[in-house]
């Protein structure tokens, strides 16, 4: 048992989970599909017992012949084991399936705006575009310099809408690349967890 705490409880609350899932309806037809046998004669001849209160748990089936007796014990045990093993999986499992479906959505919507923006190399896009505003703020400087008011008024104006062109597409491209390398870290996550 992975439980923390008394050892004594995790092992008889294991013993309990594993006796309940031998004892379901579940199981019983699981084991009759492979043995052939009889839901009903499954779940009337298996039993089992907890050897010294540890987790070894002794499962016996009453019939009159020993190979099939043999075969619905292991086929009992398998499957119960199968059973308690995916109950425990499940929660990890839904939530890589969440994690999947996340970063499927978020990549849809990155590569959405990148198609929509017509971005090939989107790092390559803002570098260029910073360095042309940086570019026409030194022309700025420059014009103020030698007194141009008009030339600095145009070159503003020229500024100011690149700007008002290039901060919203950078803030959507910085949040939805953020978004996609944390949905990749969550994925990564849960794949680990399960």
């Known amino acids: 048992p992975a439980e923390t705490g008394s050892l004594i409880a995790a092992a008889g609350q294991s013993v309990s989970d594993f006796e309940g899932a031998l004892r379901s309806s579940v199981v019983a037809q699981r084991v009759a599909d492979d043995t052939g046998v009889s839901s009903q004669e499954v779940s009337d001849g298996l039993d089992s017992d907890q050897l010294f209160g540890g987790t070894v748990v002794e499962v016996s089936y009453t019939t009159s012949e020993p190979e099939l007796a043999q075969e619905v014990v292991v086929a009992a045990s398998r499957e119960a084991l199968v059973l308690l093993l995916r109950a425990r999986l499940a929660p990890s499992e839904q939530r890589l399936e969440i994690a999947e479906a996340n970063l499927e959505r978020i990549s849809s919507e990155y590569e959405a705006f990148l198609l929509g923006a017509g971005f090939l190399n989107p790092e390559q896009f803002f ?14 400087g420059r014009a103020r310099a030698q007194g141009d008011s008009g030339l600095v008024r145009s070159l503003e104006e020229r500024l100011a809408q690149k700007q008002q062109d290039l901060t919203p597409k950078l803030t959507r491209y910085q949040s939805l690349r953020g978004s996609r390398a944390r949905a990749n870290a969550g994925l990564a996550a849960a794949e680990s967890e399960f």
């Open 127 to 140: 570098r260029v575009q910073t360095s042309r505003m940086i570019e026409l703020q030194d022309r700025i």
